[in-house]
């Protein structure tokens, strides 16, 4: 249980292109969903909050207007990464959580290398 | 955001030894979590803790929540070849929104 999926694994795209990252509960609720960007040998830095319907929450720094977050289900959320630059590249992973027992953490999906040429 | 301290930064260590790590804050927290990330993927959660004192197993890894509320510990027993990975400590505090705070990881290396 507990299985978080995000697609695409990987994707290579051309500055100035915009890129949608998904983010899928498979086979539990997730009330809330986080994301978060990784770069090489550093620890999760956290992005955003999201919940179903509602507006993100972004953490400080981080530019709405270029990461545009929507949670549309309890299974799924997107990040779209608007006009992207090298700068943007990195490893960006999300989290599901659930709500409530077990469920009540964060379980992360597998990731998504993002390299902006 | 803040990160919690988190040591060792690395660790070698030879097949069948034991591994210790800490985490440790200036402030409360009421949840402990620990998590392995493998090179490429994203971090699975090995042990969560959330009563003050709490000592948890997972197979051979075991996970106590400080008496303080303000440090975590994670032990490897016999270690094996696929305990590779990088080691994070989360914590979550009250009234957070569910966001967890992280340390900065514990590489771990096990040579045969």
């Known amino acids: 249980g507990a299985v978080v999926s995000q697609h695409p694994s990987w994707v290579i795209c051309k500055s100035g292109t915009s890129v949608k990252i998904e983010c899928r509960s498979l086979?539990?609720?997730?009330?809330?969903m986080f994301w978060y960007r990784q770069f090489p040998k550093q620890s999760l830095m956290l992005m955003a909050t999201s919940n179903e319907g509602s507006k993100a929450t972004y953490e400080q720094g981080v530019e709405k207007d270029k990461f545009l977050i929507n949670h549309a289900s309890l299974t799924l959320s997107t990040l779209t990464v608007t006009s992207a630059h090298p700068e943007d590249s990195s490893f960006y992973i999300c989290?599901?959580?659930?709500?409530?027992?077990?469920?009540?953490?964060?379980?992360f999906g597998p990731g998504t290398r993002l390299t902006v040429l | 955001g803040q990160q919690l301290n988190q040591s060792p930064q690395s660790m070698f260590i030879q097949e069948g030894e034991d591994v210790s790590m800490n985490c440790t804050s200036s402030?409360?927290?009421?949840?402990w979590l620990w998590y392995k990330q493998d090179p490429g993927e994203g971090p699975v959660l090995l042990i969560a803790l959330y009563k003050a004192g709490e000592l948890t197993s997972n197979g051979r890894l075991t996970a106590q929540f400080g008496i303080t509320r303000k440090d975590s510990f994670l032990n490897i027993s016999a270690s094996i070849p696929s305990d590779v990975g990088i080691y994070f400590c989360a914590g979550r505090q009250t009234d957070s929104w569910g966001k967890l705070q992280f340390g900065a990881g514990t590489q771990v290396v096990v040579t045969p």
């Open positions: 989290s599901a959580r659930g709500g409530g027992g077990p469920l009540n953490e964060q379980f």
């Open positions: 086979d539990f609720q997730a009330t809330t």
């Open positions: 402030s409360i927290f009421n949840t």
